[in-house]
Nanobody, 112 residues
């Protein structure tokens, strides 16, 4: 059974930084794409950033220039460095693998 476990969420002031990490384990044969999504109360879940096994990245326009996604293919981990955080970044952030497997989420709260 595949499992994704996120860590690194928390409370931070606007302008601050946080780093999220996710470890994939279990019966995931080959992870091609990994990504971070977020969902705020009353809103749809949205893609924040994704990265392929070859290192190609994709970012939501709202986070370009502030967030950086990276991964370690050997360790099946993906990280999201979030800088210059804004109150509108407040959400539950979810790790995703192969557009199929999901973590349980980690809360990020940015106070203004």
């Amino acid at each position: 059974q595949a499992q994704l476990v996120e860590s690194g969420g928390g409370l931070v002031q606007a302008g601050g930084s946080l780093r999220l990490s996710c470890v994939a384990s279990g019966s995931i044969f080959m992870i091609n794409i990994m990504g971070w999504y977020r969902q705020a109360p009353g809103k749809q879940r949205e893609l924040v950033a994704s990265i392929t096994s070859g290192g190609s990245t994709n970012y939501a326009d709202s986070v370009k220039g502030r967030f950086t996604i990276s991964r370690d293919n050997d360790k099946n981990t993906v990280s999201l460095q979030m800088n210059s955080l804004k109150s509108e970044d407040t959400s539950v952030y979810y790790c995703n693998a192969n557009n199929w497997y999901w973590g349980s989420g980690t809360q990020v709260t940015v106070s203004s």
